[in-house]
Nanobody, 120 residues
Framework: QVQVVESGGGLVQAGGSLKLSCAASGNIFSINTMAWYRQAPGKQRELVASITSSGTIVYADSVKGRFSISRDNAKRTAALQMNSLKPEDTAVYYC??????????????WGQGTQVTVSS
């Protein structure tokens, strides 16, 4: 069984920083892309940043220059460093991991989400 767990959310003032962490565990053969999505109340889920196993990174325009995504392939973890946070960054953040279990093909696994609240 595969699990994806996020951590690191919380309440921070505008201009502050937070670091989110994501860990995948279980019967994993391989991990492809790891990504962070977020969903604010009343809004659709949106991609924040993604990173492939070879290190190719994509950022949403709204977070470029403020957020940084990284991963540790050996530890099966990903992180999202968020700096210069704005109230509009307030959302539940989800880690999305493209995982192949042993003997199976790839599928997406989601974590339970972690709340990030930025006060003005």
């Amino acid at each position: 069984q595969v699990q994806v767990v996020e951590s690191g959310g919380g309440l921070v003032q505008a201009g502050g920083s937070l670091k989110l962490s994501c860990a995948a565990s279980g019967n994993i053969f391989s991990i492809n892309t790891m990504a962070w999505y977020r969903q604010a109340p009343g809004k659709q889920r949106e991609l924040v940043a993604s990173i492939t196993s070879s290190g190719t990174i994509v950022y949403a325009d709204s977070v470029k220059g403020r957020f940084s995504i990284s991963r540790d392939n050996a530890k099966r973890t990903a992180a999202l460093q968020m700096n210069s946070l704005k109230p509009e960054d307030t959302a539940v953040y989800y880690c999305d991991v493209d995982i192949a279990e042993v003997g199976r093909g790839y599928r997406i696994y989601w974590g339970q989400g972690t709340q990030v609240t930025v006060s003005s």
